[in-house]
């Protein structure tokens, strides 16, 4: 059961039409939205799964994102829901169609870390 919001699930589809996004990437994708529904009660997770397609095509291709500044990172691991958001990604991350390099783990980790945040506040 698809649980994206019709607009997420309209850009994905067209990644996916358009060559961006394989199959097993779109249904990882999905699977990453259901998995925020079902733990984390959250239904806003677009910018994190246009974030994972736009990541899982780079990582096909070999391309590289810019690194995250330091001072950004050091302010997301210092974080309280730090350590929820890394073992979420830990839990999700083995069933990716392609292995991220660290500088895309680390923007996944923000999204995720923000996604926390905002149901925390809801």
Not at 51 to 57: C, D, F, G, K, T
Request: proline letters at 2%; aromatic letters at 10%.
């Amino acid at each position: 059961m698809i649980c994206l919001k019709e607009t997420t699930e309209e850009k994905l589809k067209v990644l996916n039409r358009v060559g961006k996004l394989d199959q097993d990437s779109f249904d990882f994708v999905t699977d990453v939205d259901t998995y925020f529904e079902s733990n984390f009660y959250s239904n806003d997770n677009e910018m994190l799964l246009i974030h994972l397609s736009v990541a899982i095509n780079r990582m096909i291709n070999s391309e590289n994102v810019d690194r995250m500044p330091d001072e950004l990172w050091q302010q997301i691991i210092n974080k309280p829901e730090y350590k929820v958001a890394e073992s979420t990604w830990n839990d999700l991350k083995s069933k990716a169609p392609v292995e991220f390099t660290e500088s895309e783990t680390q923007y996944i980790l923000l999204h995720i870390l923000n996604i926390l945040r905002r149901n925390q506040n809801d």
